[in-house]
């Protein structure tokens, strides 16, 4: 596998692992998406995009604990 990954792929591991109301830290989400993708993703690939689509897309529950907005 190349380093760089197609658009989208760590997006939508992130929202699979939030699914079904879960609340997890960023360390949980971070392992579900590497483990989804099955290769290594930077931990700041993930904070980032939790960072930017908050409160749109993702609720901050506590520092370092999300999950999906409720729509």
């Not at 971070?30 to 989804?36: F, G, I, L």
């Not at 993930?46 to 999906?68: H, M």
């Amino acid at each position: 596998m190349s380093g760089k990954l197609r658009p989208g792929v760590v997006r939508d591991a992130i929202l699979d692992s939030l699914r079904g109301s879960r609340v997890l830290t960023i360390d949980e989400i971070h392992a579900a998406v590497e483990k989804r993708i099955g290769a290594g993703v930077a931990r700041s690939s993930v904070r980032s995009y939790l960072s930017l689509n908050t409160p749109t897309t993702f609720e901050r529950l506590d520092r370092g604990a999300y999950k999906l907005a409720q729509k």
